[in-house]
T-cell receptor, first 114, second 112 residues
Framework: KAGVTQTPRYLIKTRGQQVTLSCSPI?????VSWYQQTPGQGLQFLFE???????NKGNFPGRFSGRQFSNSRSEMNVSTLELGDSALYLC?????????????FGQGTRLTVV | QQQVKQSPQSLIVQKGGISIINCAYE??????FPWYQQFPGKGPALLIA?????SEKKEGRFTISFNKSAKQFSLHIMDSQPGDSATYFC???????????FGTGTSLTVIP
């Protein structure tokens, strides 16, 4: 069974640009969550999608957005990039919604903003 | 406010020794407590998880101890090996919630 696939693995963007990251969950999983990981703040919740609907959103500015497609694949978008957006962005896949179910992470996308 | 507090920040253990990482939480609505292992350049990998209806869960060399009254849980790695050197994160979530709250991580180094 294939794991969670995130693309691309690495990105370098210039301040002010926008970026789109992609996540393909484990086959059959319907919930996709996104987290930002930085050395200073650790793992912070961005948002969760289930059946193409955003169910919950973390404390991030509106520049961070996402969506989920009918095949459960998800994308997150960051507009007007800032230097502080440099981080490892992780996608987690779960069979069902709700925090009480097992979540499996992808390898992440390392975003560097210069 | 940190929902889950993790300690220690770093840990050095001799090969064959026991590694112990502790976490504490405040929200009594939390009812699922996983531990993740992360190697450099990789995403966190689910290691073991526990629900509050049991006080201990063991999988191979990894054991979670859970103390509901103290709102604490810990990861014990028995017979620690150099290959266990990684960063470990505890986390907590609730059945009705949609997110995990992670501890700040423990960097474990196992010396041969």
């Amino acid at each position: 069974k294939a794991g969670v696939t995130q693309t691309p693995r690495y990105l370098i963007k210039t301040r002010g640009q926008q970026v789109t990251l992609s996540c393909s969950p484990i086959s059959g999983h319907r919930s996709v969550s996104w987290y930002q990981q930085t050395p200073g703040q650790g793992l912070q919740f961005l948002f969760e999608y289930f059946s193409e609907t955003q169910r919950n959103k973390g404390n991030f500015p509106g520049r961070f957005s996402g969506r989920q497609f009918s095949n459960s694949r998800s994308e997150m978008n960051v507009s007007t990039l800032e230097l502080g957006d440099s981080a490892l962005y992780l996608c987690a896949s779960s069979f069902d919604r709700g925090g009480g179910t097992e979540a499996f992470f992808g390898q992440g996308t390392r975003l560097t903003v210069v | 406010q940190q929902q889950v507090k993790q300690s220690p920040q770093s840990l050095i253990v001799q090969k064959g020794g026991i590694s112990i990482i502790n976490c504490a939480y405040e929200n009594t609505a939390f009812d699922y407590f996983p531990w993740y292992q992360q190697f450099p350049g990789k995403g966190p990998a689910l290691l073991i998880a526990i629900r509050p209806d049991v006080s201990e869960k063991k999988e191979g060399r990894f054991t979670i101890s859970f103390n509901k009254s103290a709102k604490q849980f810990s990861l014990h790695i028995m017979d620690s090996q150099p290959g266990d050197s990684a960063t470990y994160f505890c986390a907590a979530s609730s059945e009705t919630g949609n997110q995990f709250y992670f501890g700040t991580g423990t960097s474990l180094t196992v010396i041969p």
